[in-house]
């Protein structure tokens, strides 16, 4: 039994501001890690491994290493059954490009983002990367406040999971924001078999690496 991706529907699911985690196929912990540094858009970042930490101590580390604002991103990886997850720490919010590269070489990611304290306010993000092309992506809430109300990608892979959004009743302009992206998490869940272990992600120590900034 699988704990699926819903959970993320949470306030402040993984940390305060938000979450972005990736669930991958088709490449290894090292090999995302450092796909992950190469797409970072401010400039160059070097890996440094701090060893295997939870979510609070990776932040700990962070803080007490560049401050309380620090510029650095951190990423924890780990591996649950077929999927390879990456959760992002620090300053992730605006700091990566799109993750199509993420995705060479035949690799499948799913980049779920959130950035819950950006006062625009800012939706819920989903996209699906593979040999480096968007075949889907949409905004969970399914408003029109940040462009199309509906999937965009590839015209093979898109409208099926539109369908399948409609057939859970969205888009809605009636439904609060939290719903639509409760209702999104759980149609993306079971239309790609996404699952990100809760328990781990928050409690258990995973392998953790700074993007630091060379």
Known sequence: MTE???WLAAPQSITYGGYSVLLTRGVDEGELVS???GAVCSGRRVLRPLGELTGEDLIEALEDEYGDYPEEAAVRVGRD???VFAVLYGLWQG??????PVSRDGA???HLE????????VPPWFHYFHDERLLCGFNLHLDRSWGSAGVDGDPEVAPALQKALAAAGLPDENLPAEDAHRTSLEVLERHFGLSLPRGRVLGEP????????A
């Open 35 to 37: 796909r992950l540094a």
């Open 81 to 83: 059954g077929d999927w």
């Open 95 to 100: 700091e990566f490009e799109s993750m199509e």
């Open 206 to 213: 995973l392998s953790s690496v700074v993007l630091e900034i």
């Open 108 to 110: 499948h990611v799913f």
């Open 114 to 121: 959130f950035e819950e304290e950006n006062g625009k306010p």
């Open 4 to 6: 699926g991706i819903t």
